[in-house]
């Protein structure tokens, strides 16, 4: 969308705009739109999770950083751009990586330390909690986290007073409400699409369950309030506002909207939240998304039911490992570049070794590659050791490793959609986003080989989450007269373009001969996985 300056100055300096802020797996992002939902400037901190005490985590200290160096980079942005420092907006967002476990005591502190999504130590809880819901629970919902803890007895469950996600724990301390959009509560625990609400029958269920273990618990009170997209949040509180910005520049009484997880908020970037679309989002996981038109008729492992933003019934495969592992390599072979002394940027290295990818084998060359970082439910590996693995005769071409790697990132992906195929899941595009996008064509065409289906990404993709959480502030403005798809089909979305990519016959067997060979050599993987320490 074309930006006209003098407009966009207006709009600044008059608070009529939105923002979103996005804590992802690696980069905290906040992206400042108008009106029309037109990128008006954008703030970034760098982070990463660490491994302590066998869990993955992110310290309280580093999220408030984190939050203040993107904000202040934003603030930074903006008057850069068009000579006007913000001091208020008309509406705020927040989103983060869903799932995990954040136990808070009666003062709103951590018990323990937060516990990631990539925490694959569940396995227990989630399996009772499956079969006792006939309901699918994953490994890294919020239910199964605090099960585990209940069954492990540890000693921080009498002390807890509130349970959250790590955008419903941010929202919390800048507005003093404990609430959460119905996206990402229903990655905690289980809603009722007739109610937009967490599932009554199942919160008795749980109660009953830990009865004897917890006396007097009961999870509803445990859990944030359920929001849907277009309700009001709270507003920025002094306090919030000097959390966010410690310079003093943010006023006060900003509106929020409901805070939401990126699943969410990656539908709404991607135009996807009606029956029959659906989205990929590609990150540090990899999940894709497809809204239903009915429930799931059986429980499938491989697949979660999660929500829209608006409340809506959606499927979601979601893998735990995703770029990561090709952007490493990408590094690798940047400080190569840098070693003939002929460095570059970063993003420029790995856009040469998408292009690259083309130029190999269909199917890999007979390479086999894994990212797996971390645990992989879809594939049921607690534990996961990234390797490359080839035979005497394959193919080692740079081509074909890079192809590998990127068939890698998309396999377990691949097989939760053929899951969704066999319950009839229908679904006309999916409609991709992430930083892999920014080089047209590769990406996209390799995935639509992955999932079977066409592929399309449109001009904002690479913008993603925070993109989408900034639209959704600006729809608290516009909810009383149109419902969310409404809005997005003709507000948001009205004349974007968007470029869609048929599954190719060749890829579409070539990758089908690289995901017999994953499958065969996940043996391999599994005796990594026991073998090597982390």
Not at 253 to 262: A, F, K, R
Request: hydrophobic share 45%; glycine share 12%.
């Amino acid at each position: 969308m074309a930006v006209n300056p003098q407009g966009a100055s207006d709009a600044i300096a008059g608070g009529r705009t939105a923002v979103g802020i996005e804590l992802g797996s690696t980069r905290i992002k906040a992206t400042l739109v108008g009106a029309d939902g037109a990128v008006l400037a954008g703030g970034s901190h760098s982070w990463e999770n660490q491994f302590v005490g066998q869990m993955w985590t992110y310290s309280v200290d580093a999220v408030w950083t984190g939050l203040q160096e993107c904000v202040a980079s934003l603030l930074a942005d903006t008057e850069r751009r068009y000579g006007v420092r913000p001091t208020t907006f008309g509406a705020l967002g927040i989103s983060a990586m869903m799932h995990g476990y954040l136990a808070l005591d009666g003062d709103g502190e951590l018990l323990v330390p937060f516990r990631t999504w990539r925490n694959t130590t569940t396995e227990r809880a989630a399996t009772e909690l499956t079969e006792l819901f006939g309901y699918n629970i994953p490994l890294r919902w919020s239910v199964a986290h605090l099960y585990q803890a209940v069954l492990d007895d540890e000693p921080h469950v009498p002390g807890l007073r509130s349970l959250t996600t790590l955008a419903g724990y941010v929202h919390h301390r800048l507005t003093g409400r404990q609430v959460l959009g119905v996206g990402d509560a229903s990655g905690m625990f289980p809603v009722d699409p007739a109610t937009r609400d967490y599932d009554r029958r199942m919160l008795a269920q749980f109660d009953e369950l830990v009865a004897e273990r917890c006396p007097g618990m009961r999870l509803e009170e445990l859990l944030p309030e359920v929001l849907v997209a277009g309700q009001a949040a709270g507003r920025l509180t002094e306090e919030g506002a000097a959390l966010l910005d410690p310079s003093g520049t943010l006023r006060a009484g900003i509106p929020l909207c409901p805070p939401e997880g990126d699943a969410g908020t990656g539908m709404v970037a991607t135009n996807a939240v009606a029956p029959r679309t659906g989205n990929v989002s590609v990150g540090t996981s990899i999940f894709a998304m497809v809204v239903l038109e009915h429930p799931l008729e059986r429980v499938h492992p491989e697949l979660d039911v999660v929500t829209t933003p608006a409340g809506d019934l959606v499927a979601m495969v979601h893998c735990n490992n995703g770029a990561s592992e090709l952007g490493a390599w990408a590094g690798v072979f940047g400080q190569f570049a840098a070693a003939l002394g002929h460095p570059a940027e970063p993003d420029a290295v790995f856009a040469t070794l998408l292009r690259e990818a083309l130029d190999g084998d269909a199917d890999g060359g007979g390479l086999l590659a894994y990212n797996y970082l971390s645990g992989e439910p879809i594939t049921g590996l607690a534990q996961g050791r990234p390797l490359v693995v080839r035979t005497p005769g394959s193919r080692l071409t740079l081509a074909n490793f890079v192809r590998t790697q990127v068939y890698g990132a998309f396999g377990t992906l691949s097989l939760g959609m053929r899951v969704l195929e066999a319950e009839g899941v229908e679904v006309e595009t999916l409609f991709a986003h992430g930083g892999m996008f920014r080089t047209a064509g590769v990406a996209q065409r390799l995935l639509a080989a992955a999932v079977r289906a066409p592929v399309a990404v449109a001009r904002t993709a690479s913008e993603g989450g925070p993109w989408g959480m900034a639209v959704l502030a600006a729809y608290l403005g516009a909810a009383a007269d149109q419902d969310l798809d409404t809005y997005l089909r003709t507000r948001i979305f009205r004349d974007a373009a968007t470029d869609v990519v048929e599954p190719d016959p060749a890829d579409l067997e070539g990758f089908a001969a690289f995901l017999d060979r994953y499958l065969a050599g996940l043996a391999v993987e599994r005796a990594a996985a026991e073998t090597i320490e982390p």
